[in-house]
């Protein structure tokens, strides 16, 4: 693959969207926001959940990613998606690995909407008989 050609994927988690870039370099580096990534996600499960889609890769990889809506947890998930949708693309025998890891599959579950006449989406006002 050409040095210079760099793939360009989206990852999506309730209301965060992550667009992912990854080009083959020598040494692995990720930029998210123009950040490191230990600056970005501070705690180790968040870092763990945004680099897991690399689990059994040989990551020679620069990721340059940006970030935006929804949570710091959404949002490394929904890098964690748009890392495995690229490096699907980069190497396709990979999509068996990802698939059954559910690393490709956009998680649909979001926040419900609150109903009117109820407090939450689903939470009742107290009732009472008089």
Same mark, same amino acid.
């Given at each position: 693959?050409?040095?210079?050609?760099?793939?360009?994927?989206?990852?999506?988690?309730?209301?965060?969207?992550?667009?992912?870039?990854i080009t083959p370099a020598p040494k692995f580096s990720i930029s998210i926001n123009?950040?490191?990534?230990?600056?970005?996600?501070?705690?180790?499960?968040?870092?763990?959940?945004?680099?897991?889609?690399?689990?059994?890769?040989?990551?020679?990889?620069?990721?340059?990613?940006?970030?935006?809506?929804?949570?710091?947890?959404?949002?490394?998930?929904?890098?964690?998606?748009?890392?495995? @949708? /690229?490096? *699907?693309?980069?190497?396709?025998? !990979?999509?068996?690995?990802? %698939?059954?890891?559910?690393?490709? +599959? $956009?998680?649909? @579950? /979001?926040? *419900?909407?609150?109903?009117?006449? !109820?407090?939450?989406?689903? %939470?009742?006002?107290?009732?009472? +008989? $008089?």
């Amino acid at each position: 693959m050409n040095k210079e050609r760099y793939i360009e994927t989206v990852g999506r988690r309730k209301t965060s969207v992550a667009r992912v870039r990854i080009t083959p370099a020598p040494k692995f580096s990720i930029s998210i926001n123009e950040k490191e990534l230990e600056q970005y996600f501070p705690t180790p499960v968040l870092r763990k959940t945004a680099l897991s889609a690399f689990d059994g890769v040989e990551n020679k990889f620069a990721v340059t990613a940006k970030l935006n809506g929804g949570g710091i947890s959404s949002q490394s998930e929904a890098l964690r998606h748009g890392l495995s @949708r /690229a490096l *699907e693309i980069f190497d396709p025998h !990979l999509r068996g690995s990802l %698939k059954i890891k559910g690393f490709l +599959k $956009r998680d649909p @579950r /979001a926040k *419900e909407r609150r109903k009117f006449g !109820l407090k939450k989406a689903r %939470k009742a006002p107290k009732w009472s +008989k $008089r």
